[in-house]
């Protein structure tokens, strides 16, 4: 028997095809965190309800539970994030956000600030879709900050030196040293120079408003080191491979 419908305004992660004619959308909400919803029938010619696959919507959807399934009710959309989708660059930032958020630890602690991130990156690359690389590097280390994962850089864990230039950082300690305590008497190979302004903006991507966490400036080498640096931590700190859109990059040569 199915249950009481169920309203949830959220977005669609991904989207999957599901025995011959149904498909299934991953969906973030604040409410339910992440369900995977059966969509009935949206694979058939002219299924009314093949738009409610297009993933990176923000929508109202009502579902029902039958056994230990959601199936997709009703569906109406709210904003459509249409633009990632004409750039290849924007499409591949969205679906490694989706993976990362479909695949990590969502509950009723952190669903809300983890909806909220979601909404507010997919509508900046749908807006701006050629702001992919800032936008890329500013939602992993957001994200990796909300499970936990990092911290603001401040001081030389070695020295206890404040920072004002370039520094060496973990990918899997949070751990930062200064230039001159850098290798001294040890070895840490699991580090990467990152100048000031990639400092400035891994801390400025921890502590902005929500609202204002893309109005940042940074040159495009520095921007290159930013997604280098956050997709290892994400690599590292999650145990997963999360280097779709590293691949795409190199593949462009950008
Ligand atoms: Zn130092």
Not at 51 to 58: E, K, Y
Not at 97 to 119: A, F, Q, R
Not at 175 to 204: P, Q
Request: aromatic fraction near 12%; glycine fraction near 6%; proline fraction near 1%.
């Amino acid at each position: 028997m199915a249950s009481e419908p169920i309203s949830l305004r959220g977005v669609i992660l991904s989207s999957g095809e599901f025995k011959d004619k149904d498909r299934i959308i991953t969906f973030l909400s604040s409410e339910a965190g992440v369900i995977n919803v059966c969509v009935k029938g949206s694979g058939k010619q002219g299924s009314k309800l093949l738009s409610a696959t297009i993933p990176f919507m923000v929508c109202d959807i009502v579902v029902s539970m039958t056994g230990n399934y959601y199936y997709l009710k009703e569906f109406s959309i709210v904003y459509s994030n249409s633009e990632i989708l004409n750039s290849l660059e924007a499409m591949t930032c969205a679906a490694h956000i989706g993976k990362l958020l479909s695949t990590s630890y969502i509950d009723d602690t952190n669903s809300k600030v983890m909806y909220e991130l979601c909404v507010y990156t997919y509508y900046a690359l749908s807006k701006d879709p050629e702001d992919h690389k800032l936008i890329y590097s500013a939602f992993n280390w957001r994200f990796l900050y909300l499970l936990g994962y990092c911290i603001l850089y401040t001081h030389c864990n070695s020295c206890s030196g404040e920072f004002d230039s370039s520094a060496y950082l973990s990918y899997s300690t949070g751990e930062a040293h200064c230039v001159d305590c850098y290798g001294k008497g040890r070895t840490f190979e699991d580090m990467m120079l990152m100048s000031s302004a990639g400092i400035k903006a891994l801390n400025h991507f921890i502590e902005s408003d929500i609202k204002k966490l893309f109005m940042v400036k940074v040159d495009d080498n520095t921007l290159k080191m930013l997604s280098l640096f956050t997709t290892r931590c994400l690599d590292i700190q999650l145990e997963g491979t999360y280097d779709s859109y590293l691949e795409l990059m190199r593949d462009l040569d950008v």
